[in-house]
């Protein structure tokens, strides 16, 4: 069981709380903020007790500059009204920050606009011409990047009662990608790149949720074994191999848009392993943020799922959010090797020594209590209570590998790890012995 830890980086308040907007998070050079990450946001529709929301209201766009685990608000000047959508995309590519899309008043749209950020004078937007050949009109559909491309696939356009499948691709013109055998169609879904694996996961097909995931690989589409729970308008990031799945709207929800009590999906963190398709439900730490659909997620730093924002349900008189969250990763374990600092991956590769030591480790130990290898970039101190009393491992967090780290010489690290390699092999047997000779003066106690 892997661990993660919560921690609230932008307090809830009421003024830029909203649901259903697009996010996306660039870096802060863009900006002239070298050193931070900015997470933009646009659009959205604003709600609260005894409120009507729309898309009209105060707050269609704003920023948070994060930088060393904080983040600082920034309200941004309203963007143009025809720009105030709910579910509309914003992606960012080697080509640029894109918004594209979303509703409105119960108008679809398909236009692609490329945006310019400014934390003092705002967004301002310029639309892409693009020929004949474009998308449909449509929101919340999957819209993400892989280098200088976007990909967008399925949406929905409810005034026309379309549901889309279809996998369309941004180069600096569109091009639509034809698949044999596509994913069934489906709105509230999300999307990722795992080296040159796309996957599509969940979604609403306007009749119920889907927990489906599927997989496409040189232009074929499979289904992966594994699934989540259902859920729609959920958050996502990819870390590394891994895909972490937060909230969205479960099974309850209804054709009208309307909820059967609470239709929050109420399950714990679940984790992907895109490599074998298997879906674990995690254990959560830290300051957890109340369950939510609507939401805008991102991958900050490349090793933590940022979520923010969204609603309890469809309902613009329920409960809207503010705040931001990260969650990362505070336990080794084989899916999540690749997001810990250098240093602290070298020393866990030769503690493990590949496959022998997987091999003579009890499943039970693959997540390991990393104060045995004397590692100075853990601190020991984090994450104790009542999530660490449920498990055998201890929750650790990691401290960044200097630049000294990353190119200390590895000689040390190559004779400790001989060293281990033969007390691999030695530890069964001495193990053995003691076992037996403990057993012979009457112990009752292993001391092995």
Excluded at 34 to 48: F, S, Y
Excluded at 199 to 209: C, N, S
Excluded at 325 to 354: D, E, G, M, N, Q
Aim: aromatic share 10%; with cysteine; charged share 15%.
């Amino acid at each position: 069981m892997v661990v993660f830890q919560w921690q609230r980086v932008l307090e809830d308040e009421h003024f830029r709380s909203r649901r259903a907007l697009a996010v996306a998070l660039i870096p802060g050079v863009q900006c002239g903020l070298p050193g931070a990450e900015v997470l933009v946001t646009i659009g959205g529709m604003k709600g609260g007790r005894g409120e009507q929301g729309g898309c009209d209201k105060v707050g269609s766009c704003g920023c948070a500059v994060l930088q060393n685990g904080h983040a600082v608000w920034h309200c941004l000047p309203e963007v143009p009204q025809a720009m105030r959508r709910h579910d509309a995309s914003l992606a960012l590519c080697d080509l640029g920050l894109f918004y594209f899309g979303g509703a409105r008043n119960r108008m679809f749209y398909n236009d692609l606009h490329v945006v310019s950020v400014d934390v003092q004078k705002g967004c301002t937007f310029t639309e892409v011409a693009c020929a004949n050949v474009v998308p449909a009109p449509r929101s919340n559909t999957a819209f993400i990047s892989q280098g200088g491309t976007l990909w967008l696939f399925g949406g929905c356009d409810l005034a026309r009662h379309k549901m889309y499948s279809d996998l369309w691709r941004f180069d600096g013109s569109w091009a639509q990608i034809v698949t044999s055998a596509p994913p069934p169609a489906r709105s509230g879904h999300q999307a990722a790149w795992v080296k040159n694996t796309f996957f599509v996961i969940g979604g609403w097909d306007g009749i119920g949720m889907l927990g489906d995931i599927w997989s496409l690989e040189e232009g074929v589409w499979s289904q992966v074994e594994g699934r989540i729970s259902p859920r729609a308008c959920f958050g996502l990031g990819a870390l590394g191999t891994n895909l972490l799945i937060f909230g969205g709207l479960d099974d309850k929800y209804r054709n009208d848009g309307l909820c059967t009590g609470s239709c929050v999906q109420l399950s714990p963190l679940s984790l992907l392993d895109s490599l074998d398709g298997t879906v674990t439900v995690t254990i959560e730490v830290g300051q957890l943020p109340p369950k939510r659909a609507f939401l805008g997620s991102s991958v900050c730093a490349g090793t933590s799922l940022l979520i923010g924002f969204g609603a309890d349900g469809p309902a613009s008189d329920g409960t809207h959010y503010g705040d931001v969250y990260l969650c990362r990763p505070i336990t080794w374990s084989v899916p999540t090797h690749a997001l810990f600092p250098f240093a602290a991956r070298k020393r866990v590769f030769f503690w493990l020594l590949i496959r022998h030591r997987l091999q003579l480790l009890p499943s039970h130990l693959w997540i390991l209590p990393l104060q045995w290898m004397d590692a100075t970039d853990w601190d020991r101190g984090a994450a104790r209570g009542a999530a660490a009393e449920t498990c055998e491992e201890r929750p650790m967090e990691l401290f960044p590998a200097t630049e000294d780290e990353q190119h200390q010489d590895d000689s040390g690290h190559f004779c400790h790890a001989s060293a281990l390699l033969l007390w691999s092999y030695l530890r069964p047997c001495i193990s053995t012995i003691t076992h037996a000779a403990t057993c012979a003066t009457g112990h009752a106690s292993w001391h092995a």
